[in-house]
Structures are given as C-alpha cells and as structure tokens.
C-alpha cells in the first residue's frame, strides 16, 4: 500500500488529534477528523498547556513551519520562578525556571483555547464538527468503516481514537482496558487579570508559576497568563514577526483568550467541605471558598473575584497501564489510551508524541512496510513510555497517600515544608534540585522526532 493511498480517520480533535492530522496531511496522506463538538470554541475544560521542551519539538516535527511559528507568537510569556508556597504565601522554595529565546528548547505556557485555534489553522478542510463516533466495522477488504450517531458513515484504511479519556473507541476496541478515579477532585477556574488581582500576587508569583502546599492535603497552583494581543488587537510593543503573525491568524477570530489568572484548587473528595459533584459555578466557587477559609487572603479574593462561569470541576482518574494487544488497523493516542493525571504536567507532551511517533510509522508504509506492522510498532513503543508517564502521574495525585490522612497527613506536611525550607536555604542543595528538574523537563527525545 502506497502512503498517498492510505485514508486515515481520526475520531477527536483534540491536541493529540490535531497534532497528527497536521503530520499526516504534510506527508500526504489522506486524513479526516470527525469531533462531536458543535463549533470550535466549544468544549474545553482547563486554561493552560504547559509545553515542555520534548513537547515543542514534537509540534515541530507536526506542523508546517509557519504554523510551528505561530503557536510560539501566541504562548503567554514564559514563567521566570517555580514557586512552592504555603496556603499563607510564605515562600519554602522559588527556583528559577532557565531561559531561553529558542522556540524549541524552552518551558512554554499557552491558553487551551488558542491551542486549539493554532492546530484548526489549516485543517479546514480536514475537520468536521458535530459529529459523534458511535462504532466501527472491520471489512473483508481490510478497511475500517465508522458509523456515527447520526446514522453516516465513513470508510478508510485507518482509524485512530484520539477521543479523550471517555474514548468510545477505546470501549470498542480495548473493552477489558480500566480507568481508575483518584479520589482526588480538582476545581479551577480564572480571573481577569486587571490592576486589582494584579496587586494581590507577589512579584515572584505574578512572574512564576506558584504550587501551594495546604493541610488536609490539599494543593493548589497559581499561574499568570499574559499575552500579546487583548480587546483591541495586537498589544503595543511586539516584535513585528510575532505581530504579523497574530494580526493574520484566522484563529484570532475565534478564540477568547485575554490576560488572566488562572487557579486551581485540589484535595480527596473524602476531605473536601461538600461534595461538588454537578454542581454550577457559583457553587462551586463555594467550595472552593470553604476549602481555603484559612488561606491567605489575597488567594481568596482571587478565588471570590472569579467569573463563576469560568470555574468548573474535575475528577481526577487515570488510566491502568494495559497490556499489548493484537495490533490492527484500529489504534489510539492520548487520553484515549494512557489517560493521566495533571501531577507531572505531561498529557498534552505524550500525546504530541505519539503523534509525531505514528506519523513516521505510517510514512513507513510508502517504502513497502506492512499497514498492521507498522501500527504494531507505534503501539509497543507507545505503551511504554506512556506507561510510565502515567504511574509517576498517578504517584502525584492519590487519595489513598498518607497526605490526606488526618494525623499522619499533618507529620508529612510538616517534614515536606521542613525540607523544602532547607533546601532553598542551601545553596548546593538548591542548585541539585534545579538541576533534577531540569533534566525531567527536558528528557531528550530529539531522536524521537528525526528518526
């Protein structure tokens, strides 16, 4: 089978999805993607992406070059401080977060909205909304039919769920694969950032990204979102490429993103003040409230002066890694596969990587390879490096850990802060730390990408 007679289908535009449409499309292959979402503003939960380095140079490898150029002109701008704060924003560490002007080899915010408004940009013709995957056929030709709730259909020679953590696709293909909830729930929302909400934040919180240890286990993460356009277009002062690029970006039209603070406030359901579940935004902002009585209060008057519309609920679940299966020309990347939680900040990094992954195992075809082969390969690689991105994920968010026990929760808040305070006051210690994280951030999967 010749790559240019291949016809992929992926259920899901999400990052993942997106990302792989892109690829495919500058290999020329032929690719459709159906999402159930009616419009491409709908359906996004959460307000930030961070981008690591192995996450930039999968994108690259992904997208045209100047699309590539594009979503670094509309990253907020880079974190300068990783901050570890007490609930009454006393300081246990700040390390600095290394700079730098590469658009590759650099940490990188950007609002979840203009994410999708980037990766959409060229794919017009590629995307279908409101479509909602309902189950496939394989057929004795070797091709995959998609049946949708609509009763339409659509024919191809592979199919990919890319449909997030609820992955119907998943439930067809892989019916014996679980999900697990955390025990943890997450609600979050954001706040304009205007002289107001500006003053209630520290210079190194308002330039960093801040993680607030609190009793009962509860957590939570600040974070300001600036960027280079508002209200009435590109801001006064950018770079002209950068401003170029924006001003002409189709994308603009459609995304709503304007400087903000984003929060999020965590802690196991069995702890929290009342359960949230379905509950609206208002009351949500309730909880939140309660949850954060004792908490400084410039955070609570972040929290109070909050859109209500904007603050939602998460539960927390994770993916049980899963064994290899027989490979086909049904396959699955992202959520819909390794879903995990936001404790490393890696989602959206894999799935960008197994996109970039399938798009070079699908080109193989071209020279002769076997379709079945080659997917078997992306899935055996994939599964690997999910797997575990998915257990250090889950060993950051978990009801069952002894933080959210009543008394010895207490004992291991106390020596974690402890700790933390000595090492920001050693210098050796702090620079061996820095340094761990660094290499975390930027494990080099540059072979990954070029191979």
């Not at 380095?53 to 300068?80: H, I, M, Y």
């Not at 400087?259 to 379905?278: C, F, H, I, Q, T």
């Not at 390969?377 to 999910?386: G, I, K, Q, T």
Request: aromatic residues 6%.
């Amino acid at each position: 089978m010749k790559t240019n007679s291949l016809q992929v289908i992926i259920i899901g535009a999400g990052t993942g999805g997106l990302c792989l449409a892109h690829s495919l499309k500058r290999a020329g292959i032929g690719v459709r993607v159906y999402e159930r979402d009616h419009t491409r503003r709908d359906g996004l939960h959460g307000y930030r992406v961070g981008i690591s380095p192995a996450g930039s140079q999968a994108l690259k490898s992904c997208l045209p070059p100047e699309l590539f150029d594009l979503f670094v002109a509309t990253c907020a701008r880079a974190p300068r401080h990783f901050n570890m704060l007490t609930e009454n924003m006393s300081e246990l560490i700040s390390m600095p977060v290394p700079g730098s002007d590469d658009p590759v080899d650099s940490e990188k915010s950007v609002s979840r909205m203009t994410l999708r408004q980037v990766l959409l940009t060229g794919l017009e013709d590629c995307v279908v909304f409101g479509k909602t995957f309902s189950s496939y056929r394989n057929n004795e030709d070797g091709t995959v039919t998609v049946v949708f709730d609509d009763g339409s259909t659509d024919t191809g020679d592979v199919l990919v769920g890319a449909d997030g953590a609820n992955s119907r696709v998943r439930q067809q293909r892989l019916p014996d694969a679980r999900m697990e909830d955390t025990g943890i729930v997450s609600i979050g929302g954001k706040v304009a950032l205007t002289p107001e909400t500006r003053a209630l934040l520290p210079d190194k919180v308002f330039h960093g990204i801040s993680m607030i240890m609190a009793p009962k286990g509860y957590g939570a993460i600040l974070h300001v979102m600036e960027f280079k356009w508002d209200n009435d277009g590109v801001k006064q002062g950018v770079g002209g490429n950068d401003a170029d690029l924006i001003a002409g970006w189709p994308g603009l039209l459609f995304d709503n993103t304007r400087d903000y603070v984003m929060w999020g406030v965590w802690g196991a359901r069995k702890n929290l003040p009342e359960d949230p579940a379905s509950l609206p935004g208002s009351d949500l902002a309730r909880i939140a409230a309660k949850m954060t009585r004792n908490w400084h209060p410039d955070l609570r008057r972040l929290i109070a002066l909050s859109d209500p519309t904007t603050i939602f609920r998460v539960n927390i679940r994770t993916s049980v890694p899963v064994s290899p299966w027989q490979s086909s020309n049904v396959t699955l990347l992202g959520d819909a596969i390794h879903t995990m939680t936001p404790g490393r900040g890696v989602g959206a990094n894999t799935a960008m990587r197994d996109a970039a992954l399938l798009c070079r195992r699908l080109t193989e075809v071209r020279g002769g390879r076997p379709l079945v082969e080659a997917l078997h390969d992306y899935e055996a690689e994939m599964l690997e490096y999910s797997a575990r991105a998915v257990l250090e994920s889950r060993k950051q968010m978990d009801a069952n850990g002894l933080s959210h026990r009543p008394a010895l929760g207490r004992i291991q808040l106390a020596v974690m802060r402890g700790a933390l305070r000595i090492i920001n006051a050693v210098p050796a210690l702090k620079r061996r730390m820095e340094d761990a994280e660094t290499r975390l951030r930027k494990i080099d999967h540059t072979h990954e990408f070029t191979a």
